[in-house]
């Protein structure tokens, strides 16, 4: 559980820092090339590549999500067993409110 919790505080990590960089980085001419551009031009470019490594940053959580091994998760027993009778109270409280009401015709 706490490789989950890792990687996701990593992504949310990297899909603050890296957009945050690139806008930083093309306003302030720190990448080579930006002071050329017009300013309209630089906040279009900045903004495209500031959504485009968020998307990539999202991508490559996926990926990993999806490389993970699904027979290493296995459900707790106190919570299946909590649920399965839950449900059996929800069903068995609807027979009876059903019988209730065909009483009452």
Known sequence: MAG???????ASL????????????YNNNLIPGSS???PHTLTLLSGFLAVVS???????YIYMAMKEP????????AFLAEAK????QS?????????SSKKEE
């Open 70 to 77: 699904s027979d290493k998760h296995e459900p707790d027993p």
């Open 36 to 38: 050329d551009l017009s």
């Open 91 to 99: 069903t068995a409280d609807a027979g009876s409110s059903s019988q």
């Open 14 to 25: 990297f899909m603050w820092t890296v957009p945050v960089a690139i806008l930083y980085g």
């Open 4 to 10: 989950v919790i890792t990687k996701f505080v990593t």
């Open 85 to 88: 009778a839950s449900v059996n």
């Open 54 to 60: 968020v998307n990539i940053v999202i991508a490559f």
